[in-house]
C-alpha cells in the first residue's frame, strides 16, 4: 500500500533540507587518523592526522608543507570487546556509564556480532529487566512497551507496528532503565530502547559477508566505508536474507539498503546524512501463538500455525536523516537532526476465534479441536517527522563545573489506517489443530466487511533542560525538566484532544574512589490516553494522563583496572490514572464515563549485570533481574490493561537471568562461546502459564588472515518451550527449536 498523500510537503521539506545543508557550505580541511603503537592487539576507531614522509620545506622561506594526511589503520582483537564506557542516552550529552546515576546497558556491535543476532529479539538474554511480550514488544520492568523505542535519540520507528527490528544497520543499542521522559517526552516507565545506527566514517573498511543456516536460511551483505576527500566519507550497506520457518506456512525475505556522506564543513562543524531503505515480505504472518492449556503445555507442536500458505505482511520503509554538529567555541555547541520516516505495511491472515464446539452451556470446549477463524485484511501507512535541537553549554561558576542542556523538539506523524474482517459466517473454514487442513478455504470468496478506514495526525512538542553539576571530584548532580505538548485528531471524525505535562527527574551520584559510585535517582514519566480511547470516553468524561515515578539507587563498579563492570540497582515505580473500563457505564452519552482513571500499579525489583574482560581471554556479560509487579487500586482486578488478577502481570517473569561468555584461543586464531538465558515462569493475558525454560546457545569463530567464519548453534539441547504468553484462543508463542548459522566475511 503507498501511503495516499504520496510525496507531501513534509516529504519534499526533509529531501529540501538535506540538500540544502550539503550545498550551501564551503569545504575545508578534517581529518582523522588510526593508530596506537603501544596497543597492537586493540582496534581503534579515532583518528587525527599524521604527517607524510612526502612533507617538504621551501628553500626559499623555510616554511614546511606537508602533504595530504595519511590515514592508517591497526585492526586486531579489540579489548573489552563487550565495554562501551561512554553513551548519550541518559543525558544527551556524552557521559561515562560510571558518573550516570541511573541504570543503563550497552550493547555493543561486537556482541551483536557474536550472538549471530539478527533482531532485537536475539539480544533480549543480555538486557537485565527485559523480556519478549509479543512481536517487538517487550516487559520492561514489568510493563508492557511496544512504542518507547528510538534511533540515534530520536522518534522515528521504521518497524512500527507489527515488524521486529532488524539489526544489520545499527552499530550498537542503548538500553536506559526506569521514567525517560524527562528528556524523551510521553512513554512508559520501565524504559527505553535507544539504537545507534551505523554512521559514515573516514576508516577504509570493506566487508563482505555470506551466511547460511537452518531452514534453508541464506543471505548476504556487503558494506562500505572510507574518505572520498579530505573532508568527506562516505557509508554504503546492502543486506538480503530468506529462510522458511519452523512454523507452518511461513517463511521471510528481508533486504536492506543503507549508507550516507559525512562532511567535515570546517574545524568546528560537521554534517552527517544518512538513509535507510527497507523491505520485508513475511509469508504466513501475522504470526500468533500455538494452543495450550491452562498449566502452559502445547497442545500441539510448536510449528503449528492458524495462517493458511497465502497469509502474508509486507513492510516498506524509507528514513532519511540529517545531524549537523557545530562547535560556537570550546564549551558551547549545538546539534540539530532531522529525521524523516515514511512507512507503508499491509497484512492478510487468518487468525483463531476460539474452539468451534460448544458445551451444554454453549460455552466453547476443545471438542475435536476444531477451531473457527477469522480473516483480517489490514494496511497501515505512516509519514513521520522528527526534528531535534539541543544546545550545551559548559562553565564554572561558584566554585563548581556545570554542564548546561537546553533543547526542544517535535515530533509530527501522520497515519492512515484501513481494515477488512471476514468470520466463518463469511465464508471463512474452519481448522482442525489435530488433523491439519490448510488450502481448504479460499480468500477470494469471503464477503469482507469494511471495520474501520481512518487516520490520524499526532503533533508532540517539547521543551527541556539539564544541569550537570560536578561539586567536586566525587560528588555530581544530574536535574532536569520537560515540558511536553500532546495535539492529536482524527482525521475521519474530526475529534481532537490536547494535552500536556511537566516531568522532572533529578539524579545525585557519588564516587569517592575512581572505580566505585553510588547514586539515587528520581525520575517520572508522562503518557497520554490513546486517541481511541478519548474519542470513547469524551461524552461523558475525559481522561487523563497515565504518570509513573520511580526511585532507584545503585552501585556501580570497575574492577581489574577497569576490564569489566558490575552495576547493581534496586527500583520503585509507581504508576497511577491507569484507565480501565468503568463497570457501571450504560453506552454513550448517559453521563458515565466508559473509562475511568482509577488504577495503580507498583513495580519493584532489583538488577545486576556484569560486562567486560575477566581475563585477557575471557569476556563475560551477565545479568540477573528480580521484579514483583502488583495492582493495588482498581474497580475490578481484571480490567487493567496487561494484567489479568492483582497479583500478576502478562508475561512479567518473577525471575530472569542470561549470560554470554567468550574464550579466545590464540594459539588458534580462534574464539568458542557459550550462552545462557533463563526466563521465570510467566502468565498469558487470560491467566495460563507460562512455563519457566532455560535456554543454551555456543559459537565457533576463526580468523585466517582478513577471513573470518563465525558457527552459531542456538537451543544447543533443541529444547521446547515458550518465550511468552498471549491471550488462550491464540495460545502462546513457540521459542525457536534448534538452529545453526553459518557465517563467512572477509574484508578487504
Do not use: C
Amino acid at each position: 500500500m503507498r501511503s495516499r498523500w504520496g510525496h507531501s510537503v513534509k516529504t519534499r521539506f526533509a529531501y529540501s533540507l538535506i540538500a540544502l545543508a550539503l550545498a550551501q557550505h564551503q569545504s575545508a580541511f578534517a581529518a582523522e587518523t588510526v593508530l596506537d603503537k603501544e596497543a597492537p592487539q586493540q582496534t581503534l576507531s579515532t583518528s587525527s592526522p599524521v604527517p607524510s614522509p612526502a612533507s617538504t620545506q621551501s628553500a626559499a622561506d623555510g616554511e614546511i608543507k606537508l602533504a595530504a594526511p595519511e590515514r592508517i589503520a591497526v585492526h586486531g582483537r579489540a579489548m573489552q570487546m563487550y565495554v562501551d564506557k561512554e553513551t548519550t542516552v541518559g543525558t544527551k550529552t556524552a557521559i561515562n556509564v560510571m558518573e550516570l546515576p541511573q541504570s543503563v546497558q550497552v550493547l555493543t556491535e561486537q556482541l551483536i556480532v557474536d550472538q549471530a543476532a539478527r533482531n532485537i529479539t536475539d539480544l533480549y538474554r543480555s538486557i537485565a529487566g527485559v523480556s519478549e511480550f509479543s512481536y517487538s514488544g517487550v516487559t520492561f520492568r514489568g510493563f508492557r512497551d511496544d512504542a518507547n523505542v528510538f534511533y540515534d535519540g530520536v522518534r522515528g520507528d521504521p518497524y512500527s507496528g507489527f515488524s521486529v527490528p532488524q539489526l544489520f544497520n545499527v552499530q550498537r543499542v542503548e538500553v536506559l532503565k526506569g521514567p525517560a521522559s524527562a528528556l524523551y517526552g510521553g512513554g512508559e516507565p520501565g524504559g527505553m530502547i535507544n539504537y545507534v545506527t551505523k554512521k559514515p566514517t573516514f576508516v577504509e573498511s570493506k566487508e563482505l559477508t555470506l551466511s547460511t543456516g537452518s531452514e534453508d536460511m541464506m543471505g548476504g551483505s556487503l558494506d562500505f566505508t572510507g574518505g572520498l576527500t579530505q573532508n568527506l566519507a562516505y557509508r554504503f550497506g546492502a543486506y538480503y536474507q530468506q529462510e522458511d520457518s519452523f512454523r507452518n506456512n511461513a517463511d521471510s525475505q528481508n533486504a536492506e539498503v543503507a549508507g550516507g556522506l559525512l562532511y567535515e564543513i570546517s574545524d568546528d562543524t560537521k554534517l552527517t546524512t544518512t538513509f535507510d531503505i527497507i523491505k520485508q515480505d513475511l509469508g504466513g504472518n501475522r504470526l500468533r501463538g500455538v494452543p495450550v492449556d491452562d498449566a502452559g503445555n502445547f497442545l500441539v507442536a510448536p510449528s503449528y500455525n492458524a495462517n493458511e500458505k497465502s497469509d502474508f505482511q509486507k513492510m516498506d520503509a524509507l528514513v532519511l536523516q540529517s545531524i549537523l554538529d557545530h562547535q560556537f567555541t570550546d564549551n558551547f555547541s549545538v546539534k540539530t537532526q532531522i529525521r524523516y520516516l515514511n512507512n507503508d505495511s499491509t497484512q492478510q491472515y487468518h487468525e483463531s476465534r476460539g474452539w468451534a464446539t460448544l458445551d451444554a452451556n454453549k460455552k466453547p470446549i476443545m471438542g475435536d479441536g476444531t477451531i473457527k477463524r477469522e480473516y483480517r485484511v489490514q494496511a497501515r501507512a505512516n509519514d513521520e517527522i522528527s526534528l531535534t535541537n539541543d544546545f550545551v553549554y559548559a562553565f564554572d561558576a561558584l566554585g563548581f563545573e556545570h554542564e548546561f542542556l537546553f533543547g526542544g523538539d517535535y515530533h509530527y506523524v501522520e497515519t492512515e489506517y484501513q481494515y477488512k474482517l471476514a468470520t466463518d459466517k463469511d465464508g471463512v473454514g474452519n481448522l482442525n489443530i489435530f488433523d491439519l487442513n490448510y488450502g481448504e478455504t479460499n480468500p477470494n470468496s469471503y464477503n469482507l466487511k469494511d471495520k474501520n478506514t481512518d487516520g490520524t495526525r499526532a503533533n508532540r512538542y517539547g521543551i527541556y533542560v539539564q544541569e550537570h553539576l560536578h561539586f567536586n571530584e566525587q560528588w555530581s548532580l544530574i536535574a532536569g525538566l520537560r515540558f511536553s505538548q500532546f495535539d492529536d485528531y482524527d482525521k475521519n471524525t474530526g475529534f481532537s484532544f490536547s494535552d500536556n505535562a511537566i516531568t522532572p527527574r533529578a539524579g545525585l551520584n557519588y564516587r569517592p574512589i575512581d572505580s566505585m559510585s553510588f547514586y539515587l535517582n528520581y525520575s517520572e514519566s508522562f503518557n497520554p490516553a490513546s486517541l481511541t480511547n478519548q474519542a470513547e470516553d469524551i461524552g461523558d468524561g475525559f481522561l487523563d494522563p497515565e504518570t509513573g515515578n520511580q526511585i532507584e539507587l545503585g552501585m556501580k563498579n570497575e574492577w581489574l583496572d577497569g576490564q569489566f563492570m558490575t552495576t547493581l540497582a534496586v527500583y520503585r515505580i509507581e504508576k497511577q490514572n491507569v484507565a480501565q473500563a468503568n463497570p457501571l457505564d450504560t453506552g454513550d452519552d448517559d453521563g458515565i464515563p466508559a473509562l475511568l482513571n482509577l488504577g495503580e500499579v507498583h513495580s519493584q525489583g532489583l538488577e545486576w549485570t556484569l560486562v567486560g574482560d575477566l581475563t585477557d581471554n575471557l569476556t563475560v556479560t551477565a545479568n540477573y533481574a528480580y521484579n514483583e509487579t502488583e495492582v493495588v487500586k482498581g474497580v475490578t482486578n481484571d480490567s487493567l490493561t496487561n494484567t489479568f488478577d492483582s497479583k500478576h502481570f502478562a508475561n512479567a517473569p518473577r525471575h530472569q537471568a542470561g549470560i554470554w561468555t567468550r574464550y579466545d584461543i590464540n594459539a588458534l586464531d580462534s574464539a568458542i562461546a557459550f550462552g545462557m538465558d533463563y526466563v521465570g515462569e510467566q502468565f498469558s493475558l487470560d491467566g495460563q502459564t507460562v512455563k519457566p525454560h532455560t535456554i543454551f546457545d555456543m559459537s565457533w569463530t576463526t580468523q585466517w588472515d582478513q577471513t573470518q567464519v563465525r558457527l552459531n548453534l542456538k537451543n544447543i539441547f533443541d529444547k521446547e518451550y515458550a518465550v511468552s504468553g498471549f491471550s488462550e484462543r491464540n495460545g502462546h508463542f513457540p521459542g525457536e527449536p534448534r538452529n545453526i548459522t553459518l557465517e563467512l566475511s572477509h574484508k578487504f
